[in-house]
Structure formats: structure tokens, C-alpha cells
């Protein structure tokens, strides 16, 4: 992938699942990798062993990593990690905005306080990061990339998922805004929205026959997403290959968001 090789990236939510397959996907290419954990270094560790693999694997010498503690929902935690991040690598030159969570409950009766909480993660704390990343740009006068993993949920309503399902309604928009804002700075800012994937997160339905096939009927191509193909779109958005690409969403779906009900005549043809 044109343009990787030698940038220093930084991905949120690092750890598992997603946030993890795009960090290994990134060292393939090249890129020096900070990978932010939540509480303790140790959960970071696979991801960093993942990486050094893939690099040997690959024979790239001289890719770094580094790990970076931060509560993305915390401010000051965030401004620590970008001033770690940047001191260990000597710069940033793409931002994942990764870390996410959900809770699910009946929307009705949804405690505020859960709301808040994946509101705060999943839209704010990409606020605070997205924040740090373009002044971080905007200070060293160099180009910058943005990636939002936002998801499907930002268009297909997800009931029992309330906080959720705006959280990523939010991102949509944020995505948008903040491409429009800074496009002619040389930033771009683009999101991936993964459909049903095969990650940690989601292992109640796909280690459950019956539920994993109710959620293929849903998917027209039959199958779940890997983590790693969400990877590979968002290394395609951050390389120069997508150089004239900005304020996109890059739906990485099986074609879920193709309303696949309609797949049969509903007409009165």
C-alpha cells in the first residue's frame, strides 16, 4: 500500500479484536504503530507480539511500537497519550479512532449513566482524539489522516442498543464536519463501518450456531466480516491511494446496508 511505509500510526482500542487487526495491518506495510490500552500494559500485549511477528514475518526492520495508556473518554488522559505516542515515535501521522464500547438493554428503560458511558468512549472520546491529532497537524504543518471505525449502526437503527446506535450517528456526522473543516490543510478524515464482524466482542452469536445463522440471513453475501478486512480498508483510506478521498463513510459490510429484505418482490407488480 503506497504511503505507509515509515508513517507512525496511532490506534485506539488496540488491543483486540479490530483496533488489533489494524495495527498488524498497518505494521505490514511499514508503519510504527502506538497501540493504546485502557488500564494495564498487559492487554496490550498480544496485539504488540502480533506485530512483532508480522514484522519478521514480513522482513520490515525498523518498525517500532509502543504502548500508550489513556481512557479515551478522559481529556487529560488523551493529551498524555498523543504526548507520549508522539515523543516515542517523533510524530503522528494517522489517527485510528478504534476504542469503543456498547451496552445493551431495553431503550425505555436505559440507565443514563450507560448511555453516557458509551457516549463518552465512542463519540466523545473520538472528539477528544480526532481534537489532539489535528492540532498535532496543524502544529508540525504536515498532512494527516483521521480514521473513524465507525459502523453500520450509523445508518441501520440497532434497538436495545440506544447509546450505541447514536454514538455511531454521531460519528457519521463528526466525520463529515471535521473533513469539511480542515480539507484544504492537507487532513483528511474518512471512516470505516464495519458490518457483522468476527471479533472477541461478538462471540455470544458467532459461537452459537442458531444465532450466527440469524445474523448471516442478514448479510447478502452469506458470511461475517474478519477483523483483518476491516484493516485492510482502513489502511487503504489512510495510503496514498486514497489521497483525493475525504468525508467518506467505507461500509465494509457483506452489502448488510443493501436492505437485503428486499431482495424478494415486495411490490404489488
Known amino acids: 500500500m503506497r504511503g505507509l511505509k515509515g508513517k507512525n500510526i496511532l490506534v485506539t482500542g488496540g488491543t483486540s479484536g479490530i483496533g488489533q487487526a489494524i495495527a498488524v495491518r498497518f505494521s505490514e506495510y511499514g508503519a510504527n504503530i502506538a497501540i493504546n490500552y485502557l488500564k494495564q500494559p498487559e492487554e496490550a500485549a498480544e496485539t504488540e507480539q502480533q506485530i512483532r511477528d508480522c514484522v519478521k514475518k514480513v522482513n520490515r526492520q525498523g518498525v517500532r511500537d509502543v504502548l500508550v495508556q489513556a481512557d479515551v473518554a478522559r481529556p487529560e488522559e488523551v493529551a498524555a497519550m498523543f504526548a507520549t505516542a508522539v515523543d516515542s515515535l517523533g510524530g503522528i501521522d494517522v489517527l485510528i479512532n478504534n476504542a469503543g464500547i456498547q451496552i445493551s438493554e431495553n431503550s425505555d428503560a436505559a440507565a443514563p449513566e450507560n448511555i453516557a458511558a458509551v457516549l463518552d468512549v465512542n463519540l466523545k472520546g473520538a472528539v477528544y482524539c480526532a481534537q489532539a ?106 495510503s496514498d491511494d486514497a489521497a483525493y478521498i475525504t468525508g467518506q463513510t467505507l461500509y465494509v459490510d457483506g452489502g448488510l446496508t443493501l436492505y437485503p429484505d428486499f431482495r424478494s418482490p415486495w411490490s404489488s407488480e
Open 133 to 238: 491529532a489535528i492540532r498535532h497537524f496543524l502544529d508540525t504543518g504536515k498532512p494527516g489522516v483521521i480514521i473513524n471505525i465507525s459502523s453500520v449502526h450509523q445508518v441501520i437503527p440497532k434497538p436495545r442498543y440506544l447509546g450505541y446506535s447514536m454514538s455511531k450517528g454521531g460519528m457519521q456526522n463528526l466525520t463529515r464536519t471535521l473533513a469539511l473543516e480542515f480539507a484544504d490543510r492537507g487532513i483528511r478524515v474518512n471512516a470505516v463501518a464495519p458490518g457483522a464482524t468476527i471479533t472477541p466482542i461478538n462471540r455470544a452469536w458467532v459461537d452459537d450456531p442458531e444465532k450466527r445463522d440469524q445474523v448471516l440471513t442478514h448479510i447478502p453475501m452469506g458470511r461475517a466480516g474478519e477483523a483483518d478486512e476491516m484493516g485492510a480498508a482502513a489502511a487503504f483510506l489512510a
